[in-house]
């Protein structure tokens, strides 16, 4: 069995419909009885907080593997619990990000502390460090429902995002096999488009003619404050607009672990075409 904590989300989701797939038993992390109708048939819910480890020691019985989100209080007592109970593997969900080692970067900081604290922990561990990922591509939808136009922050940066779909394809071979215990890997998708040629593949499979208007660096950080907290607005725009971080290489990473190459945006966009519908 496979404990997944974050199984609602755009990746644990399809961790959760890949190990279900691959025949294995799953029990997925909610965070209320309301969101169990949320998940596929023959998933146990349990409900739990990651915040309060000690709210989810029971999760851990019987539990071979965790895949584990970052950035919650309480990790390493989360970890301590889930040894005790005789899990043996975590894949944590990280972020391209790690390796720079900024733990000024308030988006950052809570991957590299996670990392540090699996890596403490005693348990086999593989860290998937991804990119951006495509479903990012949903925080256009108020824009869409409201017209044609989507206006974009750093519209000139490209970025080799990669379909969660991908993610957790990487996270099911690595509880499949020892040989991915103990790997970092940078996941990224098969292709460096610009928000503007998203757009367009996005505008071609609904049949609209989708225009982006790009913000300065100014209205970015303007926009990003009305629902961000200052330090991830910081965070941000030291990504992106101060270039510190770069997403657009395309790295064969995804081959390597799985076998077959990632899907592009456009694979991803008739996937999930419905929701923008």
Same mark, same amino acid.
């Given at each position: 069995?496979i404990?997944?904590?974050g199984?609602? %989300?755009? =990746?644990?989701?399809e ?5 279900? &797939?691959?025949? #294995?038993? @799953? $029990?997925?992390l909610?965070s ?15 409900v739990?907080?990651?915040?309060e480890?000690?709210?989810?020691v029971?999760a ?10 970052a ?5 390493p ?13 975590v ?9 720079l %080692?900024? =733990? ?7 991957h590299i &502390?996670?990392? #540090?604290? @699996? $890596? ?6 593989t ?22 136009v ?5 519209a000139?940066i490209?970025v ?12 099911v ?9 103990g790997?970092?890997y940078?996941?990224?998708?098969p292709?460096s488009?610009?928000p ?8 071609d ?18 926009e990003?404050?009305k629902?961000l ?10 990504i992106?607009a101060d ?7 395309v790295?064969?990473?995804?081959q ?6 990632p899907?592009r ?6 996937a ?6």
């Open positions: 069995m404990f997944v904590t199984a609602t %989300g755009n =990746v644990g989701s961790v959760v419909r890949a190990l279900l &797939e691959g025949g #294995e038993q @799953v $029990r997925a909610v209320s009885a309301d969101d169990e109708a949320l998940l596929p048939a023959g998933v146990e819910g349990f739990g907080d990651l915040n480890p000690n709210s989810l029971e851990f019985e019987g539990a071979r593997g965790v895949y584990l989100l950035g919650y209080n309480g990790t007592r989360f970890l301590a619990h889930a040894r005790a109970a005789g899990v043996e593997h894949v944590l969900q990280s972020t391209s990000l790690v390796p %080692g900024d =733990v000024s970067n308030a988006f950052a900081a809570p &502390e996670a990392e #540090e604290a @699996v $890596r403490e922990s005693g348990l086999a561990w860290f998937t460090q991804s990119n951006s990922f495509m479903s990012n591509t949903y925080q256009w939808l108020p824009q869409l429902r409201a017209g044609d989507v206006r974009v922050p750093f000139d490209p080799a995002m990669i379909d969660p779909f991908d993610i957790a394809a990487v996270a071979s690595a509880f499949n096999s020892s040989e991915h215990r790997r970092s940078h996941l990224t998708g292709e488009l610009l503007a040629e998203r757009l367009r593949v996005l505008g499979a609904l049949g609209r003619p989708l225009q982006l208007v790009a913000l300065s660096n100014d209205e970015a950080r303007e990003m404050s629902s907290p200052p330090e991830y607005v910081d965070a941000f725009m030291s992106w270039g510190n971080h770069d997403e657009s290489r790295l064969p990473t995804v390597d672990v799985i076998g077959r190459p899907r945006f456009a694979q991803w966009v008739a999930h075409a419905d929701a923008f519908a």
